[in-house]
Structure formats: C-alpha cells, structure tokens
C-alpha cells in the first residue's frame, strides 16, 4: 500500500515565525506536491517536485519554498508565516509517467496566529 | 488555462437513493480527469479515472462516472448511496499523465439515515 506521511499533523505557529512542514513517502515516485486546501478553493497547487533536487513553483507559490533534498522526502517552508497562510495542507506523491494514482497524506492542520 | 467546476456545493441525499455529483472542465484537449474522495479528517482517496474509451468507467464502491466530450463533462453517479458515503467529493483533471491536479471546489455529501 502506498504511503505518504506527513509531520506535524497539527500546528500553531505565530505571525512572523518560520514553520517547516514534512512529508515522507515509501512509493518510490518521482513527483511530490504541496496542496493546500480552503473552503470554496478546493485544493491549490503551492509547489511540486520532479525528483531530489527539484522544485517547480506550483499556481500559488508567493510565502512559499519547498525543499526536495531525496526521493522520499519533500518540505514546504513557511519563512515569515503570516495569519492568510492558515489552511490545510496535503503532500502527494506520483509517479513520473503512465496514467497512475496520486497518493495524498492526511494532512496538516496550520493554525497561524 | 484548464479548470474544473463543481456547480453543488453541499448534496443532502436519503439512504438508498441515488447520487449524481456534477463536473465541467475547460481544457483545449482531452484530459485526464479523476475524482477524488476525502473522509473527515483524511486525505484524498481515488474513486476512479478516465482518459479514454468507453465514456463510463466504473470505479471503487460502486461508484461510476461518465464522460461526455460534447458537454465537457465528467459527472459521478451512485445508484444506493450508503450512509459512509458522506464525504466530500472532489473532481480533478491533469493535462497529462500522472502530473498536476486541478481540482474543483468539491461537493460535500451527507447521507441521511
């Protein structure tokens, strides 16, 4: 079973601080994304990633940066979070090619106060 | 720029009644589209996927979608929903194999007993 986990699953974080939200995956794929998910937008593509090493901005990178430092992990940075960046935030892992599954993690609940 | 619309925001249906759920994309090509479940607290599930051939394809839990070129949609169908179908249930597309989803706002479903 594929499997995408995410750390922390819960955090409050103040207005200003840097936040760094991890996710890790065991399904070999080469292409991650950081989701985040709002009542009324859906989820939001924020930045994704070919392989280790590479980062792609996704359609809302703007307070963002991710970190791509292995196949298996993936981060999103958050260096002055701010109040509009509370949200839910998902990781998912795909492979490269072929007409395949995304797997998404159960999330992160950021709280920015 | 492609997109998905997901006219319902909120569906209330009895149990044992049937459910369609409403899709439209805009994209210049075909594209490969998905639907996506998320349970409280979860991460999103794949229900199923078409790119091509037969215009209804069947998925998991009996659900089934049906794609229709001419009207640019791709609407989901249950026959007897079930109370653990309470979900919120998400249209996606991608522009090409196993990359980058755009989803919808998701329509959220309750089941009634």
Same mark, same amino acid.
């Given at each position: 079973e594929a499997a995408v986990t995410q750390s922390p699953r819960n955090k409050v974080a103040v207005t200003g601080g840097k936040v760094t939200l991890s996710c890790n995956q065991t399904n070999n794929h080469n292409n991650m994304y950081w989701y985040r998910q709002d009542t009324g937008h859906g989820l939001r593509l924020i930045h994704y990633s070919y392989g280790a090493g590479s980062t792609e901005k996704g359609d809302i990178p703007d307070g963002y940066k991710a970190s791509r430092p292995s196949q298996e992990n993936f981060s999103l940075i958050l260096e002055l979070a701010t109040p509009s960046q509370t949200s839910v935030y998902f990781c998912a892992s795909g492979d490269a090619g072929g007409f395949t599954e995304v797997f998404f993690g159960k999330g992160t609940r950021l709280t920015v106060v | 720029a492609q997109s998905v619309t997901q006219p319902d925001a909120r569906v209330t249906v009895s149990e044992g009644?049937?459910?369609?759920?409403?899709? !439209?994309?805009? =994209?210049?090509?075909?594209? =490969?589209?998905?639907? =996506?479940?998320?349970?409280?607290?979860?991460?999103?599930?794949?229900?199923? !996927? =078409?790119?091509?051939?037969?215009? &209804? &394809?069947?998925?998991?839990?009996?659900? #089934?979608? #049906?794609?229709? !070129?001419?009207?640019?949609?791709?609407?989901?169908?249950?026959?007897?929903?079930?109370?653990?179908?309470?979900? &919120?249930?998400?249209?996606?597309?991608?522009?090409?194999?196993?990359?980058?989803?755009?989803?919808?706002?998701?329509?959220? &479903?309750?089941?009634?007993?």
């Amino acid at each position: 079973e594929a499997a995408v986990t995410q750390s922390p699953r819960n955090k409050v974080a103040v207005t200003g601080g840097k936040v760094t939200l991890s996710c890790n995956q065991t399904n070999n794929h080469n292409n991650m994304y950081w989701y985040r998910q709002d009542t009324g937008h859906g989820l939001r593509l924020i930045h994704y990633s070919y392989g280790a090493g590479s980062t792609e901005k996704g359609d809302i990178p703007d307070g963002y940066k991710a970190s791509r430092p292995s196949q298996e992990n993936f981060s999103l940075i958050l260096e002055l979070a701010t109040p509009s960046q509370t949200s839910v935030y998902f990781c998912a892992s795909g492979d490269a090619g072929g007409f395949t599954e995304v797997f998404f993690g159960k999330g992160t609940r950021l709280t920015v106060v | 720029a492609q997109s998905v619309t997901q006219p319902d925001a909120r569906v209330t249906v009895s149990e044992g009644a049937s459910l369609q759920l409403r899709c !439209k994309y805009s =994209y210049s090509a075909t594209p =490969y589209l998905f639907w =996506y479940v998320q349970y409280p607290r979860q991460g999103l599930q794949l229900l199923l !996927k =078409y790119y091509s051939g037969d215009p &209804v &394809v069947q998925g998991v839990n009996s659900f #089934e979608a #049906e794609f229709s !070129k001419s009207n640019s949609s791709f609407h989901l169908q249950k026959a007897s929903v079930h109370w653990s179908d309470s979900a &919120v249930y998400f249209c996606a597309l991608s522009m090409s194999a196993g990359n980058k989803l755009t989803f919808g706002i998701g329509t959220r &479903v309750l089941v009634r007993p």
